[in-house]
């Protein structure tokens, strides 16, 4: 019996005991490799993956991880995991000058990355000290690995399949999320193995997991509604069907041959599922639900999956709760669509007025929450920290209102995040972007209605150049940006409406341009 230490969490453990209760439970599914392992058979490759890791990575050593959702990445954060290292999740798909702030800010010195993402790891790697990474892991063919870098599966297999030593536990660093940040920049959120613990026993206490389920994760795994429910499958005993990418047929197919019975989807892939649903092909009959959240999810989009009988459980949750906040649970799914739910049982949230006192029934207010899951902060940045957890409660900057049985209802956000495609975007970001464009005399970005997206960005120009053209603008964006982020669309006004302090008046602009 593997030998854990009483009452002290590692998150890379979780997986030991899973494979000493559970060992013939199926535990993964990588759909795109068509490789599938049992509990013990992914726990034993999990401690390959961290010995081979071992002699680079200490406790708190930081190790980026560059993939597309694959076995490889699983393992490969369960084995830090185990090692005491701290992983650092990273967005596919930001280009290499987003990439390299990232890997320095946070002092990532060991970076593990699929073959795909070679051409952008060459550039990062030419760039020197601009990032601190001593160690590159190509997870790909041999003959398309570069001279700087070993090759993840000759560097693995002949690794031993014993425990490596446990060194981090508790308070120490687990991950570090990075988010988009309201100045431009993004911010480092901080999660340790006590916080992602705290959330997988909120998480458990209200969705209706099971041992033997069967979860659909279509999600990248660098996100935060992607990797707490990766964790789940192992704390729970579930067996995680992981997608390579998105695809909605693809989702469909694999709901009616692995018998799934539950997901999170965004409501951008629910959307798209519908359109691609065939009774005469699929066979939905094990699903007893799918979460989804990153937006609100639309009341007719609720009610047409529930004439196909499956209920749409609304979740609500960020990066810096570790995803949970809020959900709807089986018994009031249809009864408050529309709703985000109550707040998770280890949870707390309230709805709070500009001077911190809680709001009446039905008073629009900032979303507050208190957990043991809160992040515990942004890394490198105390003024942050400060401004976001006041008080033990960390202020969401999402606004909503509280019924009177107390279901949270979502209306905007205090902050001017757009969310396209289940993607943080902030406009500050973009607006820096096009403030270097030549031509360009101020610049402003606002989310507009997307069918396909939920939302996308909006840039509205001051010209400073007459001759500028819409044409230009975009062109200036494309690499400097990833493509979620990239504005759909340009419009040319005289002046950027500001208040007194020079704050720029998004709802006058929201007003002036409610959609394309």
């Not at 429910?229 to 197919?253: C, N, Q, S």
């Not at 009774?279 to 609720?302: E, M, Q, Y």
């Not at 340009?490 to 008046?505: C, E, M, Q, T």
């Amino acid at each position: 019996m593997p030998q854990l230490a009483p009452m002290q969490a590692n998150i890379g453990q979780l997986l030991t005991k899973r494979a000493y209760v559970n060992p013939d439970l199926e535990a993964l599914f990588d759909v795109a490799a068509d490789r599938r392992f049992n509990y013990e058979q992914l726990n034993s490759r999990t401690n390959q993956v961290a010995n081979a890791l071992a002699p680079n990575v200490r406790k708190g050593d930081r190790v980026g991880l560059l993939m597309m959702n694959s076995h490889e990445f699983v393992t490969s954060f369960f084995a830090v995991a185990k090692l005491g290292g701290v992983v650092v999740p990273l967005n596919w798909r930001l280009v290499a000058d987003e990439l390299e702030f990232i890997l320095k800010d946070s002092g990532t010195t060991t970076l593990v990355y699929g073959e795909e993402f070679l051409p952008i790891v060459t550039d990062l790697q030419s760039r020197g000290d601009k990032t601190d990474i001593s160690t590159w892991i190509h997870v790909g063919s041999a003959a398309s690995t570069p001279g700087f870098a070993r090759e993840f599966n000759s560097a693995v297999d002949p690794q031993p399949v014993t425990e490596p030593e446990c060194t981090a536990w508790d308070d120490d660093l687990l991950y570090i999320m990075y988010t988009s940040g309201t100045t431009g920049l993004p911010k480092g959120v901080m999660h340790t193995h006590r916080t992602q613990m705290e959330a997988l026993l909120t998480l458990n206490a209200t969705n209706d997991f099971c041992i033997g389920d069967r979860y659909l994760n279509p999600m990248p795994l660098f996100h935060v509604g992607a990797l707490t429910p990766a964790i789940v499958t192992a704390y729970r005993g579930l067996a995680h069907i992981l997608m390579r990418a998105f695809d909605p047929t693809k989702a469909w197919e694999l709901v009616s041959q692995e018998k799934i019975t539950n997901a999170l989807l965004v409501p951008a892939m629910l959307q798209f599922m519908l359109a691609t649903y065939d009774p005469s092909k699929h066979d939905k009959k094990t699903v007893r639900w799918f979460l989804s959240g990153a937006a609100p999810v639309p009341v007719n989009l609720i009610n047409q999956y529930a004439e196909l009988g499956i209920e749409i459980h609304q979740v609500y949750g960020l990066t810096e709760t570790c995803g949970p906040a809020c959900a709807t649970t089986p018994d009031i799914a249809i009864r408050k669509a529309g709703s985000t739910g109550k707040s998770y049982f280890h949870t707390d949230v309230k709805v709070v007025r500009p001077d911190g006192t809680e709001c009446d029934d039905n008073e629009s207010g900032e979303i507050i929450i208190r957990g043991g899951h809160i992040m515990t902060g942004y890394w490198n940045r105390p003024d942050a920290t400060a401004e976001a957890i006041r008080n033990g409660w960390f202020h969401s900057g999402d606004m909503g209102i509280r019924d009177e049985e107390g279901f949270i209802f979502i209306q905007d956000r205090l902050k001017d995040m757009i969310i396209s495609g289940g993607e943080n975007v902030y406009p500050a970001e973009i607006e820096n972007v096009l403030l270097g464009c030549p031509g360009v005399g101020d610049a402003a970005v606002i989310g507009v209605p997307s069918e396909k997206w939920g939302e996308s960005a909006l840039a509205i120009i001051v010209r400073k150049d007459p001759a500028l053209e819409e044409k230009t603008v975009i062109e200036h964006c494309n690499g400097k940006l990833a493509r979620y982020k990239m504005p759909v669309a340009v419009r040319f006004v005289d002046a950027i409406p500001r208040n007194a302090s020079g704050k720029i008046l998004k709802r006058d602009l929201r007003l002036q341009f409610p959609s394309l």
